[in-house]
């Protein structure tokens, strides 16, 4: 079936640095996204999301770009901060919210001193 | 901001008995809800859609009979694991939609269930 998935499971970065996470997903019909933080024993936590009317949104020290052509986005942090340690997750829906989100498989960043 | 409430946090249980997770929109309605499961260092994987006042629909592979799912409020879903087994060990965590916020996605702090 359709499905959404990241290219790396684990990501080390230096404080300081720039991260940048990858998700592909292959679901043409998906037109809204959303990436999510999700720290050890908690629930996801929202951190950006973009439409598909849009190729990049910025946020607080993040981005996501998104690239219809090749079904792909990715989420940009900068100045990657300890804090940033946890697992990211890209998520999918066909419609602008109110149904079901597809989730990718994540990446566990992991921000060393 | 828009906060769902999952309670329990934690739960130990034998096998063979059921056990309520109960999620709460606190400040907002809920049409609907999602509940997820996910294994330790596995993504997040959807088990079902409940809309308030109406049955659940159930992912392809979710036993609707052992998860039983009731949404008989707007602010108020229960996931019931019955006779439970160890495979069924997991974290599970559930979503309320609220149109007011950004994504609309507002998530619960999860429920860890341990059956031994």
């Known amino acids: 079936g359709e499905s959404v998935g990241l290219h790396l499971p684990t990501l080390s970065v230096q404080e300081g640095d720039n991260s940048i996470i990858n998700c592909a997903y292959s679901n043409s019909a998906s037109d809204y996204f959303i990436w999510y933080k999700q720290e050890s024993g908690k629930g996801p936590q929202f951190i950006i999301d973009i439409r598909s009317n849009m190729d990049k949104r910025q946020g607080q020290r993040v981005t996501v770009l998104l690239n219809k052509t090749v079904k792909h986005l990715s989420l940009q942090i900068a100045a990657t901060q300890p804090g940033d340690s946890a697992v990211y997750f890209c998520?999918?829906?066909?419609?602008?919210?109110?149904?079901?989100?597809?989730f990718g498989t994540g990446t566990q960043l992991k921000v060393e001193l | 901001g828009a906060v769902v409430s999952q309670h329990p946090s934690r739960v130990i249980c034998k096998s063979g008995t059921s056990v309520k997770i109960e999620c709460r929109s606190l400040?907002?309605?809920?049409?609907?809800m999602f509940w997820y499961r996910q294994f330790p260092k596995q993504s997040l994987m959807l088990m079902a859609t409940?809309?308030?006042?109406?049955?659940?629909?159930?992912e392809q592979g979710v036993e609707k009979d052992k998860f039983l799912i009731n949404h008989a409020s707007l602010t108020l879903s229960t996931l019931t694991v019955t006779s439970a087994h160890p495979e069924d060990s997991s974290f599970y965590i559930c979503s309320a939609v609220d149109r007011g916020v950004s994504d609309g996605y507002t998530f619960g702090s999860g429920t860890r269930l341990t059956v031994v």
């Open positions: 400040d907002f309605q809920a049409t609907t």
């Open positions: 998520a999918e829906t066909s419609t602008g919210g109110g149904n079901k989100l597809t």
């Open positions: 409940s809309n308030e006042g109406s049955k659940a629909t159930y």
